[in-house]
């Protein structure tokens, strides 16, 4: 009688995949590829970096050159608060950054500028402003209204973006801190105007939002003036037929 032979199954000496194990592994190594890709991968290179500032094209070179430096990166790998930051504290003029991305390579950033205080204007150039932040540097140039006071002046200007008026000419010329301040006891007194004129080194022309002109000297007390303007726009029968007051004086003057 023969004994049956027991089956001992024996280590193959390769390596043999079921599908219990083959679906498990081919999702693990798609997920390490697809990761591998979107990180390596020349691919999703930023090659294209679309800028704008208020709408409008940059032409800052610094903020230009600053995201120019993104170029070559994986665009997974760049975000807003790192991109942010890096402007932000490279140019006080930006307020905020937005960024978005459009696969594989392409960066768009939209850049806000800080809140402009007070506008410059030069005479005859009716649709160009020059805005200045709260400490009067220069945030750049508009070509549409910045709806914010504005000094109106007769000669062309040199002013450096981010800096703070220092040309001698300009100062003896327009004496422009001077009417700024001018312009800050406006607002603390609580009038609403449209534009100031400096016609020469000690008369401003204010102009009212009601189409009429004040005259005032920077060279007296404001204060007093803007009293009296208040006194003489509180009472219409004192305004009548009146277009220019000029209280420059003790007693105001108001003229057709």
Known sequence: MKIAQVFKPQRSKYLVFTT??????????????????LRYSPMFSVSTIVCNLDY???E??????????LKGLNIFAVTD??????????????REVAMSKTLPSTLKFDLHSVYPVVAIQV???????????????????RSTDPNVPT???KNQLTLTIGKAPTDQSLLDTLELLDTLELTDTFAKESFSFKSITKVDNET????????KIAIFTITKDVIPQLRALQ?????????EGARIIDVRFSQPVLRP
Do not use: H
Request: charged share 20%.
């Open 20 to 37: 219990d194990y083959f679906m498990p592994f081919l999702i693990i190594l798609s997920v390490i590829l697809l990761g591998y890709l």
């Open 56 to 58: 409008q094209p940059c």
């Open 60 to 69: 800052n070179r610094g903020v230009i050159a600053e995201l120019d430096k």
């Open 81 to 94: 608060d790192q991109v942010s930051s890096r402007l932000t504290s490279g140019d006080f003029t930006i």
């Open 123 to 141: 005479y005859g150039n009716p649709n160009s402003w020059l805005v200045m932040d709260d400490q009067f540097r220069v945030i750049g140039p």
């Open 151 to 153: 000094i109106i002046v």
């Open 204 to 211: 401003v022309e204010i102009g009212l939002d009601d189409g």
């Open 231 to 239: 006194t003489i726009l509180s009472d219409a029968t004192i305004l």
